[in-house]
């Protein structure tokens, strides 16, 4: 089946600097989401994307999809104690197919 | 604001019992599923239900799995025998369109 690759596995940053987490694909595909879980919490949607070199903003996150659908990233710009956790992609469909997930924490 | 229930919030078992895991999706929903994240890994998909049967599983869910929707708003998946290797979160969700929601999960523990 489909598999997406997930880089990197872990991102630690001071408070303000950026982040960005990338997934990467061998295959189109047709659409990517992205989600965030806190935690010890569950998987909350983010966005999804569908059109290729799409780029959605949600304050202080960009997100983009590749001009051959084949990848994805996620950027935070300034990063607050707030973002911590993991995010993943998804690959959008029925059922979905996550990615490891990039583990993001953040020192005050 | 509508959100996917799930009880209990954990669950500890000792290996060979059967477990049953139950969901409240979002009322609405059409489309149920059952995810599942063993410690410090990725989400992993067991199964989807639409129109009171599977529409797809995937290789982890085996015989030992099942899932039912007894009445109009629950949602359960049954573990017949439980193994250590079951440990895990185990995440319901459900979905209108695009999105799927997700419940807060089952931290099942099997001794």
């Known amino acids: 089946g489909q598999q997406v690759m997930q880089i990197p596995q872990y991102q630690h940053v001071q408070e303000g600097e950026d982040f960005t987490t990338y997934c990467n694909s061998s295959t189109t595909l047709s659409n990517i989401q992205w989600y965030k879980q806190r935690p010890g919490g569950h998987p909350v949607f983010l966005i999804q994307l569908v059109k290729s070199g799409e780029v959605k903003k949600q304050k202080r996150l960009t997100f983009q999809f590749g001009e051959a659908k084949k990848n994805s990233s996620l950027h935070i710009t300034a990063t607050q104690t707030t973002d911590v956790g993991t995010y993943f992609c998804a690959l959008g469909g029925t059922p979905l197919v996550f990615g490891k997930g990039t583990r993001l924490s953040v020192i005050a | 604001e509508p959100e996917v229930t799930q009880t209990p919030s954990h669950q500890v078992t000792q290996m060979g019992q059967e477990v049953i895991l139950r969901c409240v999706p979002i009322?609405?929903?059409?489309?149920f599923y059952w995810y599942r994240q063993i410690l410090g890994q990725k989400v992993e998909f067991l199964v989807s239900?639409?129109?009171?049967?599977?529409?797809?599983k995937s290789e982890i869910f085996d015989d030992q799995f099942s899932v039912e929707r007894p009445d109009g708003s629950n949602f359960t998946l049954k573990i017949r025998s439980t193994k250590l290797e079951d440990s895990a979160m185990y995440f319901c969700?459900?979905?209108?369109?695009?999105?799927?929601?997700f419940g807060p999960g089952t931290r099942l523990t099997v001794l």
């Open positions: 969700a459900s979905r209108d369109f695009n999105e799927q929601f």
């Open positions: 239900f639409y129109n009171n049967e599977i529409s797809e």
């Open positions: 009322s609405n929903h059409l489309y």
